[in-house]
């Protein structure tokens, strides 16, 4: 790497270090209920935004990660976001959530599209109060369907672009008390 490529890479750095903190702060001193980190080419969570949102992270209801690098996000971030309603996690590369995940009270939405699942996430089941699960776009094969049709407050479901095993393609097709978008055939 040259000097010129080294310096405009910290600086490309830099700047999307800053848009966090920007994107945070507005959070914290607006007491806004919602926190867009979408499209800050995060790998990971960043730990410090925990130090800083501690006193504030019960009013938040909204966050969004929309549009990053992220491989895996931690049980720290479902303890401390305990109140989240919606979570977006759309266009990562998640294959796996914390069961931590499971354990949170209050969300009503969650959007897995276009990450990296191979399985489904069936901590999402334990969740009473989760009504839209959004997972196109992975590589999910089989679906709990039991279980999901246990969930009390299941209203939608979209497992659109996965590579669904025949078995589950053909028990999506029989009705069920959710709204599920699904690719039928190959």
């Known amino acids: 790497m040259t000097r010129t490529q080294r310096s405009s890479y910290s600086g490309k750095m830099a700047e ?19 926190l867009d980190l979408s499209n800050c080419k995060l790998i990971s969570f960043p730990e410090g935004v925990f130090k800083v949102l501690r006193s504030v992270s019960g009013n938040i209801r909204f966050i969004t990660l929309a549009d990053n690098e ?21 266009g990562n590369v998640l294959t796996k959530l914390p069961d931590a995940v499971g354990e949170m009270e209050h969300l009503t939405s969650i959007n897995l599209a276009n990450n990296s699942f191979s399985d489904f996430p069936d901590k999402l089941t334990e969740i009473a109060s989760l009504e839209r699960i959004d997972l196109e776009g992975n590589s999910i094969t089989e679906i709990p369907l039991e279980k ?22 053909a028990a999506l097709q029989s009705p069920h008390k959710f709204e599920i978008l699904s690719t039928t055939g190959s």
Request: glycine content about 2%; cysteine-free.
């Open 16 to 34: 999307a270090v800053a848009n966090v903190a920007r994107r945070i702060n507005a959070t914290v001193e607006e007491g806004k209920d919602s």
């Open 70 to 90: 992220m491989k895996a996000i931690s049980s720290k971030f479902f303890s401390t976001f305990t109140q989240l309603r919606e979570l977006d996690l759309r």
């Open 148 to 169: 999901l049709s246990a969930m009390p407050a299941l209203k939608w479901l979209n497992v659109k672009s996965n590579p669904l095993d025949s078995n589950i393609q």
